[in-house]
Every structure is written in structure tokens, then in C-alpha cells.
């Protein structure tokens, strides 16, 4: 049987988490990007933005957004 090997690197930067999100995920050429999503409404969204949308939107790698209270 043949086993699936992950890597998961934790990495910690700082500034505008989109902009450091997206670098970082450039810089490594991740795979994947999960992320998580505080599950906020059109509205809330629409007026504080959503990094997560804005990262899917960015980075050229598959994008898995988790919502606040689903599990995985």
C-alpha cells in the first residue's frame, strides 16, 4: 500500500496578510493553500474585504477555504 507523504510548513510573516499570504505561497510554490474563512456574511465581507477570497483569486495553486465550524 502506498502512502500519501504531505509536507506542511507553518511560516509567520508580517504586513498585509493577503499581500504575505500570496508572497509566501509564490516564494514556496506550494501545492496546495488551505485557509481559514471566519464565515462572515455578503455584507461584512464586502465592506472588510475577504483574504481568503482574495487569495484564491491570486495564487497559482489549488485553494481549499475551510469555514468557521466545519471540520475537516
Known amino acids: 500500500m502506498d ?3 504531505i509536507n506542511v510548513q507553518r511560516v509567520v ?5 493577503k499581500d504575505v499570504i ?3 505561497v509564490d516564494k514556496l510554490r506550494a501545492d496546495t493553500l488551505i485557509m481559514g474563512s471566519h464565515g462572515y456574511g455578503f455584507i461584512k465581507r464586502a465592506l472588510l474585504g475577504s483574504v481568503s477570497d482574495y487569495c484564491a483569486k491570486h495564487v497559482k495553486c ?4 475551510v469555514k468557521h465550524g466545519e471540520e475537516i
Request: charged share 5%.
Open 3 to 5: 502512502f500519501l507523504q
Open 13 to 17: 510573516g508580517c504586513g498585509e496578510a
Open 22 to 24: 500570496c508572497g509566501i
Open 62 to 65: 489549488p485553494v481549499a477555504i
